[in-house]
């Protein structure tokens, strides 16, 4: 069955760093872009940055640009973020997901709180 498994989240300081990671399985993961989304309390889902299926397109929400990154490696069937500098406002629920033009598939999300 298709799953996508977060993992690397936690608590950290402001100006720390985090590398969240998601595993998939049960799908063709390299036929697919890969987004990473996340989730505030009381705030909607937001869309927090894209690549491509190939890894050549990366797009970025404007607030973390240039302190997140996206990667994927196909050959493990993984997506990360690699997210420097955070900040207190970064704190939220982050959920990968997967899409093609007919499916979408979602993980679980992982909890990243940044606090002092």
């Known amino acids: 069955q298709v799953q996508l498994v977060e993992s690397g989240g936690g608590l950290v300081q402001p100006g720390g760093s985090l590398r969240l990671s998601c595993a998939a399985s049960g799908f063709t993961f390299s036929r697919y872009a890969m987004r990473w989304y996340r989730q505030a309390p009381g705030k909607e889902r937001e869309l927090v940055a894209t690549i491509s299926s190939a890894g050549g397109g990366t797009n970025y929400k404007d607030s973390i640009k240039g302190r997140f990154t996206i990667s994927r490696d196909n050959a493990k069937n993984t997506v990360y973020l690699q997210m420097n500098n955070l900040k207190p406002e970064d704190t939220a629920v982050y959920y990968c997901?997967?899409?093609?033009?007919?499916?979408?598939?979602w993980g679980q999300g992982t909890q990243v709180t940044v606090s002092s």
């Open positions: 997901n997967a899409i093609e033009t007919f499916r979408n598939y």
